[in-house]
């Protein structure tokens, strides 16, 4: 088989089964972006530093650009577009947890897999998860507010 030939992968993206076709190479950020038009994910540094890319393949939250789309065939991929209003999404609306947007899908994507795993985080395990992801245009104070709201709701619901 060539390099450039192309294969169909079936991925379960966002609690779909969906076909598209790549190249062994091709990395899932791109799959996401280009052939399944999900594009919520963003290309910001393309070397895993910067987490604009960030989406939750099994839980767990993970670089786009790092990993091959072929990786991920049998797992659950959930981006941003498959949140469905969680409550992160409104915390970060809420505490203007955002200025330009563009690092904003990989903040909920880690916050969301935080608040998922670690519903009694406290205030240096929040900054730890945080550090993964870089925003260039606001402070972290909001990115925070925004965290410990949802993680508030979050305890109010299990609470019952």
């Given at each position: 088989?060539e390099?450039?030939?192309?294969?169909?992968?079936?991925?379960?993206?966002?609690?779909?089964q969906?076909?598209?076709?790549?190249?062994?190479?091709?990395?899932?950020?791109?799959v996401?972006?280009?052939?399944?038009?999900?594009?919520?994910?963003?290309?910001?540094?393309?070397?895993?530093?910067?987490?604009?890319?960030?989406?939750?393949?099994?839980?767990?939250?993970?670089?786009?650009?790092?990993?091959?789309?072929?990786?991920?065939?049998?797992?659950?991929?959930?981006?941003?577009?498959?949140?469905?209003?969680?409550?992160?999404?409104?915390?970060?609306?809420?505490?203007?947890?955002?200025?330009?947007?563009?690092?904003?899908?990989?903040?909920?994507?880690?916050?969301?897999?935080?608040?998922?795993?670690?519903?009694?985080?406290?205030?240096?395990?929040?900054?730890?998860?945080?550090?993964?992801?870089?925003?260039?245009?606001?402070?972290?104070?909001?990115?925070?507010?925004?965290?410990?709201?949802?993680?508030?709701?979050?305890?109010?619901?299990?609470?019952f």
């Amino acid at each position: 088989m060539e390099e450039t030939a192309k294969r169909e992968l079936v991925l379960h993206v966002n609690g779909e089964q969906r076909t598209v076709a790549a190249r062994h190479a091709d990395t899932l950020l791109f799959v996401l972006r280009g052939g399944l038009g999900l594009t919520g994910a963003k290309p910001g540094c393309l070397n895993g530093d910067c987490g604009a890319c960030t989406v939750l393949v099994d839980g767990t939250p993970v670089k786009s650009c790092m990993m091959l789309a072929i990786e991920t065939v049998g797992k659950q991929i959930t981006t941003v577009e498959g949140l469905n209003r969680a409550p992160i999404q409104h915390a970060f609306v809420r505490h203007f947890a955002f200025q330009c947007g563009y690092c904003t899908p990989g903040f909920i994507m880690n916050a969301h897999a935080l608040i998922e795993r670690h519903p009694d985080a406290d205030d240096a395990t929040i900054q730890e998860w945080l550090e993964s992801n870089i925003c260039r245009c606001t402070s972290y104070q909001e990115i925070e507010a925004a965290v410990k709201e949802a993680l508030a709701a979050k305890k109010a619901k299990t609470d019952f």
